[in-house]
Structure formats: structure tokens, C-alpha cells
């Protein structure tokens, strides 16, 4: 099983700030297979980013993914007050298909 | 509109079975697995399994393996989330979520809105 690994747990940023997310995995991932989702308390995951780096449909451009192999980074450019959830990586490629523990944006 | 709406919450006693639903709509149902996703309460999310709606090919997660069932009523355009025993382990909410077969790479893009399932005594 590819084990997740999300740093840090917890970030806490201001409006406007910059976020940079991460997530490591425990072997390489190929990148097509690595996608991020938004989850908001009382709503359902949102897609944000498949093949560690393609936009899905609707979201805006101040969310960006990057990385290959073993690391990938989400990054928010710019914050706005409904960014702040909590994101998760997930691989697949490797059954199972697994989710990184989450980190959670909040305001600071 | 692609919609993936599940049917609604559930109470239950231990030991009692359960199916819950995912019916979709606006896409063809063949052509997108069904995932189903577990976040338990305070918790994260698990990738419990998925299903092909085309011939009802189901990978499961070790996690859940043996304990529940997918399946699918394609005249319906309906997925399945079964349970013949359940625990109080298994309160939680329960999701899925379509991924094409062919373009596999674009991910989880459509989620259902989620099923809560309660197991007390």
C-alpha cells in the first residue's frame, strides 16, 4: 500500500496569504495519478487538481500543483476566505487507492 | 447535469444489513466507475472500493474487504453500498464519486452528497 504522508497537519494563514501544501508518498507515484480535493464540513470532496498538476474544471488558477515521484506540493497564491478546508492528496495508481491524512487550512 | 445523488440517512442496530444508494444521472453509466469513500467521524478519508458499472468488476480495499459489498442495477443507473452485519465501527459518512474508465488519470471529479449511517444500540 502507497502510504500519504500530508505536512503540516495544521496551517494557519491570513487572507491573501500564500499556502504551500504537501504531500509525500512511501514510493513513487506516477503523476497522472495524484489528484488534491477541498473538503468543507456539511459539503461533499471537490476535485481540485489531477495529474499532480491540471486544473479540474472551474477552479480558479490561484490553485497550482506541482511535484513527480515522491513529493508533490499544492500551492494557493493568493487566499481567499472560502479556501479555508481541509486538503487532501490522493493516489491512483496503486490499489488501494489511498488518501494522505489531511492538512487543515484555517484562519489565523 | 452530472449528478450523483445518494439516498438518505440511516439508523441502525448491530447486526442488522443495509444497503445504501448512488444514483446517477447527466452521463453514461458505463463509462465511470463508482468509488466509494468513508470519512468517519473527526477522521479522514478512506477509499473503500470501487465498482465498474459495465460488468460489475469491483476492486476493494483490504480494509473492507469481506465486510461490504458493491454492486450495481445498471437499468437504473444506481450503485450500491452493501453491509449484511454492521458494527458500530461502521458509523460514518459514506461517499461516491465517479472516475472515467478510459481517461482514469482525470480523477474523483463528481462526489455524491454523502450518506450518513448510524449504528447504535
Known amino acids: 500500500e502507497v502510504v500519504l504522508t500530508q505536512s503540516p497537519g495544521t496551517l494557519s494563514l491570513s487572507p491573501g496569504e500564500r499556502a504551500t501544501l504537501s504531500c509525500r508518498a512511501s514510493r513513487s507515484v506516477t503523476s497522472a495519478y495524484l489528484a488534491w480535493f477541498q473538503h468543507k464540513p456539511g459539503q461533499a470532496p471537490r476535485l481540485l487538481i489531477y495529474?499532480?498538476?491540471s486544473r479540474a474544471a472551474g477552479i480558479p488558477d490561484r490553485f497550482s500543483g506541482s511535484g513527480s515521484g515522491t513529493d508533490f506540493t499544492l500551492t494557493i497564491s493568493r487566499l481567499e476566505p472560502e479556501d479555508f478546508a481541509v486538503y487532501y492528496c490522493q493516489q491512483c495508481g496503486t490499489s488501494p487507492f489511498t488518501f494522505g491524512p489531511g492538512t487543515k487550512l484555517d484562519i489565523k | 447535469e452530472v449528478q450523483l445523488v445518494q439516498s438518505g440517512a440511516e439508523v441502525k442496530q448491530p447486526g442488522e444489513s443495509l444497503r445504501i444508494s448512488c444514483k446517477i444521472s447527466g452521463y453514461t453509466f458505463s463509462s465511470y466507475w463508482i468509488n466509494w469513500v468513508r470519512q468517519m467521524p473527526g477522521k479522514g478519508l478512506e477509499w473503500m472500493g470501487r465498482i465498474d458499472p459495465s460488468d460489475s468488476q469491483s476492486n476493494y480495499s483490504p480494509s473492507f474487504q469481506g465486510h461490504v459489498t458493491f454492486s450495481v442495477d445498471s437499468s437504473i443507473s444506481t450503485a450500491y453500498l452493501q453491509w449484511t452485519s454492521l458494527k458500530a465501527s461502521d458509523s460514518a459518512m459514506y461517499y461516491c464519486?465517479?472516475?472515467?474508465?478510459?481517461?482514469?488519470?482525470?480523477?474523483?471529479?463528481?462526489w455524491g452528497q454523502g450518506t450518513t449511517v448510524t449504528v447504535s444500540s
Open positions: 464519486a465517479r472516475q472515467a474508465v478510459v481517461q482514469f488519470y482525470l480523477g474523483m471529479d463528481v
Open positions: 495529474g499532480a498538476s
